[in-house]
């Protein structure tokens, strides 16, 4: 199924149905997942946001996925293409985004730390707008390519919100403190260019070959070993994500230990109700 202008040779195949995202299945280790709200912008709303933490789930316990691309559906009527535009305005209650049950939860923050902890490379494709929390989502991503068209920024301060975060700290550690520091006290907007000459992306394209250039991407990466691409993203952000990113990078290494034969010494000795033998184990210089 089609979701960005351009051929891929990619067989997408529906992964799971649902209302306001969309999500394939490459078939050769990579998955799909669209913001499907193209009239409004692909803004997110509390709907949007369980239902990508769902697909991203269904990812994360895939062992065949290995790369996730992340974009916005379109063009809308007008043939305005959009990446996110962040929260849904337009349900926002007194107190915060408001689902169709009243709940006020939009999630968000959940999510951008699925996509930064997910052990596999999640790269955003911007076909257009990337603004607000739209925009955060691109930067929590591992890499980012936006189109010819794209457009960045915030708006926070001016609709009377803010992403103290990663949508904040980490976007410094991105662009530097002064760059962010203008991102989100002016509320100016960026064209591609000017985000790649900053580092919020990594690449540009024509909007034709936008998904052609992520599965290029995605294929190069999964030609690699997923152990050593998993560490790598858990060290990435254990640099920045303080103890919660060494514990994350700490996991790993205990799954490794688990299949050592030193660690099964002590499993089964605790089973087997006797002290531990470990002198066939040296101290690794
Ligand atoms: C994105 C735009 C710059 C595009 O401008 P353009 O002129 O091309 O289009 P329109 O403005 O006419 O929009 C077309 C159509 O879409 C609707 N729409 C667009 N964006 C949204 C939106 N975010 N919410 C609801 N609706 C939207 C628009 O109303 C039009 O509908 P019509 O029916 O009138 O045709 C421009 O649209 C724009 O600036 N949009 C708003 C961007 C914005 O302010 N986003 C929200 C920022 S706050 C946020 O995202 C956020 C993020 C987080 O991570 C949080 C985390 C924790 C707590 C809170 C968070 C949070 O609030």
């Known amino acids: 199924m089609k979701i960005l202008p351009g051929e891929t040779n990619s067989n997408w195949t529906e992964w799971k149905s649902y209302e306001d995202i969309l999500f394939h299945n490459s078939g050769d280790g990579i998955a799909r997942i669209a913001i499907n709200r193209p009239e409004k912008r692909n803004a997110f709303r509390p709907k949007t946001v369980c239902e990508m933490l769902d697909a991203f789930n269904l990812v994360r316990n895939d062992e065949k996925i290995g790369v996730v691309l992340l974009t916005g559906a379109g063009p809308d009527k007008k043939g305005v293409f959009s990446f996110c535009s962040g929260g849904d ?9 408001e689902d169709d049950e009243g709940t006020q939860r939009l999630n968000v923050l ?4 699925l996509i930064r902890t997910l ?12 603004i607000g929390g739209g925009q955060v989502l691109q930067l929590v991503c591992d890499l980012s390519i936006a189109s010819e068209n794209a457009i960045f920024g915030q708006t926070g301060p001016r609709v009377g919100s803010f992403d ?9 550690r991105l662009v530097g403190q002064r ?12 064209n591609s260019k000017e985000a790649l000459e900053m580092g919020l992306v990594n690449a540009i394209t024509k909007i034709e070959e936008l998904e ?5 991407w995605a294929r190069e990466i999964l030609r690699n070993s997923p152990t050593a691409i998993r560490i790598l993203k858990a060290s990435f952000n254990a640099e920045c994500d303080g103890i919660a990113g060494i514990q994350e990078l700490s996991g790993y290494t205990t799954q490794l230990f688990y299949s050592t034969d030193e660690a099964k010494e002590g ?8 002290p531990p033998d470990f002198s066939d184990y040296g101290w690794t210089p």
């Open 267 to 274: 499993r089964d000795a605790f089973l087997e109700k006797r």
């Open 179 to 190: 760059k962010a520091r203008e991102i989100w006290f002016l509320c100016r907007k960026y």
């Open 89 to 97: 305005q337009s349900i926002r209650g007194q107190n915060g985004y």
């Open 110 to 113: 959940e999510l951008q730390r």
């Open 212 to 216: 052609a250039e992520g599965v290029i």
């Open 164 to 172: 103290a975060g990663f949508g904040s700290s980490y976007l410094a």
């Open 119 to 130: 052990p596999k490379v999640v790269i955003a494709l911007v076909p257009g707008f990337a």
